[in-house]
């Protein structure tokens, strides 16, 4: 059974570091995309960005590129998403999630359960 | 970067009825690289439809999918009481994936 866990919630104040983890298990994990999804609470997906952990090929929108890094250890089967410099507005869910097998062109077929991230002072 | 909109912003019917959600680009969705994903409140999103039609794996077969360009549309024939939920669309036809804002599905 293909399962993405997720890391814990977490509380930080503005101008903190945070890496949250997705750890992928039941499947090959360096043969699929892992991509990030923010939903703000009350609001909808946002596409942040994806990477592929057989060589770390890592894509950004431009929107959360500069303001988050991608990356991933595939000895531990594992996948991050980290900010340096943590802001109130981006307090949300983070939701790591697997793109179906094949080119980089494809949908997302395993979702993990999310991790909430709240920046407040 | 493709504009996905949902319409409508929500539906209210009653189960068994017939419900019609649409999702429009911006610009044409190169082959038909569209998903839907049902989201209920407290869940991760769970995959419905990829590539414009085709049904993910247990997915019943009152969810369909059609429309190619920059029309898209899902349809659920016979509303079950777990079918009441948001529904998002997503490209993925280009190189950044975008999703649209959302059709909240409630009960009449």
């Known amino acids: 059974e293909v399962q993405l866990v997720q890391s814990g919630a977490e509380v930080k104040k503005p101008g903190e570091s945070l890496k949250i983890s997705c750890k992928g298990s039941g499947y090959t994990f360096t043969s699929y995309w892992i991509g990030w999804v923010r939903q703000v609470p009350g609001k909808g997906l946002e596409w942040m960005g994806i990477i592929y952990p057989g060589d770390s090929d890592t894509r950004y929108s431009p929107t959360f590129r500069g303001q988050v890094t991608l990356s991933a250890d595939k000895s531990i089967t594992t996948a991050f998403l980290q900010w340096n410099n943590l802001k109130a507005s981006d307090t949300a869910r983070y939701y790591c999630?697997?793109?179906?097998?094949?080119?980089?062109?494809?949908?997302?077929?395993?979702w993990g359960q999310g991790t909430l991230v709240t920046v407040s002072s | 970067e493709i504009v996905l909109t949902q319409s409508p912003g929500t539906l209210s019917l009653s189960p068994g009825e017939r419900a019609t959600l649409s999702c429009r680009a911006s610009q044409t969705v190169t082959s038909n690289y569209l998903a839907w994903y049902q989201q209920k409140p407290g869940q991760a999103p769970r995959l419905l439809i990829y590539g414009a039609s085709s049904r993910a794996t247990g997915i019943p077969d009152r969810f369909s999918g059609s429309g190619s360009g920059t029309d898209f549309t899902l349809t659920i024939t016979r509303l079950a009481p777990e079918d009441f939920a948001v529904y998002y669309c997503q490209q993925y036809g280009s190189p950044v994936y975008t999703f649209g804002q959302g059709t909240k599905l409630e009960i009449k």
């Open positions: 999630a697997r793109l179906a097998l094949g080119t980089v062109r494809r949908w997302f077929d395993s």
